[in-house]
C-alpha cells in the first residue's frame, strides 16, 4: 500500500522535525541550568537522551529516503552529529550560553549507542 506523501510526512519526517526544532529551542534558552543532582558530568544526561531519540526519528525518517539501509544508518548518524555541532557553535551566540567539547561528545554517544542498538534490533527481530 502506498501512503500519500503528507501522510509519508507526517508519519516519517516530522518526528525528525520536531525534535531538531525541540533543541535547537532549548539550546536558545539563555542561561539555561539544570538543578544540581551531584553527579558527575550531570548535565551531559540530557545531551545523551536528545540525541539517542534525535537518531532513531532521523532513522525513521531515512527509511523513506533512502533504499540502502547501510545510508539510512550512516547519514542519519552523520546528519545528527553535524546537527550537534552546529548546534554547539550556534550556542556561542547565545547570552549565557557556551559551546562545550563535551555537550557534542555527550550528543555524538547519544547518536551512536542509537546506531548501535537500533542495528542490532534490526539483525535480531523476528
Do not use: C, W
Not at 525528525?16 to 551531559?44: C, R
Not at 540530557?46 to 526519528?57: A, D, L, R, S, V
Amino acid at each position: 500500500m502506498k501512503h500519500k506523501p503528507e501522510l509519508i510526512f507526517l508519519k516519517f519526517h516530522l518526528p525528525a522535525l520536531i525534535m531538531a526544532l525541540v533543541i535547537l529551542t532549548l539550546s536558545s534558552i539563555p542561561n539555561l541550568t539544570l538543578p544540581d543532582a551531584g553527579i558527575d558530568f550531570e548535565d551531559k544526561i540530557p545531551h545523551f537522551i536528545e540525541y539517542f531519540i534525535f537518531y532513531m526519528f532521523l532513522l525513521r525518517s531515512a527509511s523513506k529516503l533512502f533504499k540502502s539501509v547501510k545510508k539510512r544508518y550512516l547519514y542519519s548518524f552523520l546528519f545528527a552529529v553535524a546537527f550537534a555541532g552546529i548546534d554547539e557553535i550556534h550556542q556561542m551566540f547565545i547570552s549565557g550560553r557556551y559551546s562545550e567539547l563535551f555537550d557534542f561528545i555527550a550528543d555524538t554517544a547519544g547518536s551512536a549507542l542509537s546506531m548501535t542498538l537500533m542495528a542490532v534490533f534490526k539483525r535480531y527481530s523476528v
